[in-house]
């Protein structure tokens, strides 16, 4: 059984940045490829970046390319999300995601586990 836990939302001011965290438990979790999604209210959840499971390539959203960057320790089995720059449209629930695949996904649909999800406010 795979377990994630989030870590680092908060209230920050437009500008701003944060760090998020997510950690992982299994046996198994580094080899599984990551993905951070957030949920705005009243919207649907949305990818935002991911990482495979070597820790190298990446895909990122446009709405936050040049201003979010994932990265994840291995062997801390923890996952990071560097948010700069951060605007009030980044208000969300922020969700770690894990796939039982080495390759990234921007769907939900494809990934197997879940965090509970922290939230971020950014004020204007």
């Known amino acids: 059984q795979v377990q994630l836990v989030e870590s680092g939302g908060g209230l920050v001011q437009a500008g701003g940045s944060l760090r998020l965290s997510c950690v992982a438990s299994?046996?198994?979790?580094?080899?599984?490829?990551m993905g951070w999604f957030r949920q705005a209210p009243g919207k649907e959840r949305e990818f935002v970046v991911g990482i495979g499971w070597g820790g190298i390539m990446t895909y990122v959203a446009d709405s936050v390319k040049g201003r979010f960057t994932i990265s994840r320790d291995k062997d801390k089995k923890t996952m990071y999300l560097q948010m700069n720059s951060l605007k009030p449209e980044d208000t969300a629930i922020y969700y770690c995601?894990?796939?039982?695949?080495?390759?990234?996904?921007?769907?939900?649909?494809?990934?197997?586990?879940w965090g509970q999800g922290t939230q971020v406010t950014v004020s204007s």
């Open positions: 995601a894990g796939r039982q695949s080495r390759t990234i996904s921007k769907y939900g649909s494809d990934y197997d586990y």
């Open positions: 299994g046996r198994t979790v580094s080899t599984y490829a």
